[in-house]
């Protein structure tokens, strides 16, 4: 049982180019979220998810994008990369509606040069 | 979801209990708390969550003070493993909408030491 995968691991983008980090979860999990860690800081919610079909924002959402068109995977898009989304990046996914606990990936620690 | 209050950092010796607070004097009624710690930047992990009464598993017990507007995480006997950044987070239920965000303040960095 693998949990939730995220890749790459490491990335490091210049600014301007896009790319998509990939985040898939084999539990069945009907949310998933995307978060960003700064420095020194707690996470931050970039876009979520609620199922398949079904993604709204969160607190940081501008500059990135995220669809959800199977129920396992949750990409996370960066259309033109900016330094200031120098970050790691944690995905999440919850079971269902009852209140249960998250399960993170390890993380995508990106960065634009 | 309500704000948290945490100390930044504690220390613990190891084999000692360590008890981090945490204060949500604004949570109501259908908040949860949920506590999650950080090991060296990995993913965060899941601890323990409650409403109002304490709760035990084999990681930690929480208890909650009656009025709810506080919370402590006890690690019973802790070790050096335990070194990690704890976050105390309310959360609201995912039946009204709000359970599926979480909201990190910056959390207590707990030192275990020998």
């Known amino acids: 049982n693998a949990g939730v995968t995220q890749t790459p691991k490491f990335q490091v983008l210049k600014t301007g180019q896009s790319m998509t980090l990939q985040c898939a979860q084999d539990?069945?999990?009907?949310?998933m979220s995307w978060y960003r860690q700064d420095p020194g800081m707690g996470l931050r919610l970039i876009h979520y998810?609620?199922?398949?079909?079904?993604?709204d924002q969160g607190e940081v959402p501008n500059g990135y994008n995220v669809s959800r068109s199977t129920t396992e995977d949750f990409p996370l898009r960066l259309l033109s990369a900016a330094p200031s989304q120098t970050s790691v990046y944690f995905c999440?996914?919850?079971?269902?509606?009852?209140?249960?606990?998250?399960?993170f990936g390890q993380g995508t620690r990106l960065t634009v040069v | 979801d309500a704000k948290t209050t945490q100390p930044p950092s504690m220390d613990c010796a190891e084999g000692r209990a360590a008890n981090l607070p945490c204060n949500h004097s604004?949570?109501?009624?259908?908040?949860?708390v949920y506590w999650y710690r950080q090991i060296h930047s990995q993913g965060p992990q899941y601890i323990i969550h409650?409403?109002?009464n304490n709760e035990t598993n084999e990681m930690a017990s929480l208890i909650i003070t009656e009025d709810r507007k506080s919370s402590t995480l006890i690690l019973p006997h802790a070790t050096l493993r335990d070194t990690a950044v704890y976050y105390c987070?309310?959360?609201?239920?995912?039946?009204?909408?709000?359970?599926?965000?979480?909201?990190f303040g910056t959390g207590t960095q707990l030192k275990v030491e020998l």
């Open positions: 604004t949570i109501s009624g259908n908040e949860y």
């Open positions: 409650g409403l109002k």
């Open positions: 987070i309310v959360r609201g239920s995912i039946l009204t909408g709000g359970g599926n965000k979480l909201t």
């Open positions: 999440a996914s919850i079971k269902d509606r009852v209140n249960t606990e998250a399960f």
């Open positions: 998810s609620v199922g398949a079909g079904i993604t």
């Open positions: 539990m069945n999990h009907e949310y």
